[in-house]
């Protein structure tokens, strides 16, 4: 199991920056995926980016492509998702997540672990 804290989020306004950060810690040796989904109010859940066990060539969903940085810092075991030029619609809660390896960030859709979430509220 992985333990995932967030932090980071906050309100801002429209074109505004933020930058989420996630820690994780384990017990376990191997290595795992990481991502960032977010849910607002009355929307289903939506990946808006993934990492996988190498740390490079993250993928984004296409709503953020362009605005959000996703990397990972394994001397930390922490991710941050760096948000910029925010948008209304990208107001949600945002959980980190992580899958164990084998894992691959592109199909990462259902990971098992989960962190408690951090709001971000984009205003107009």
């Known amino acids: 199991q992985v333990h995932l804290v967030e932090s980071g989020g906050g309100s801002v306004q429209a074109g505004g920056s933020l930058r989420l950060s996630c820690v994780a810690s384990t017990d376990s040796r191997r290595n795992y995926c990481m991502g960032w989904f977010r849910q607002g109010p009355g929307n289903t859940r939506e990946k808006v980016a993934a990492i996988s066990t190498g740390g490079i060539n993250p993928i984004y969903a296409d709503s953020v492509k362009g605005r959000f940085v996703l990397s990972r810092d394994f001397s930390k075991n922490a991710a941050y998702l760096q948000m910029n030029n925010l948008k209304p619609e990208d107001t949600a809660r945002y959980h980190c997540?992580?899958?164990?390896?084998?894992?691959?960030?592109?199909?990462?859709?259902?990971?098992?672990?989960w962190g408690q979430g951090t709001q971000v509220t984009v205003s107009a």
């Open positions: 997540a992580a899958e164990f390896f084998p894992c691959n960030a592109l199909h990462m859709d259902s990971p098992h672990n």
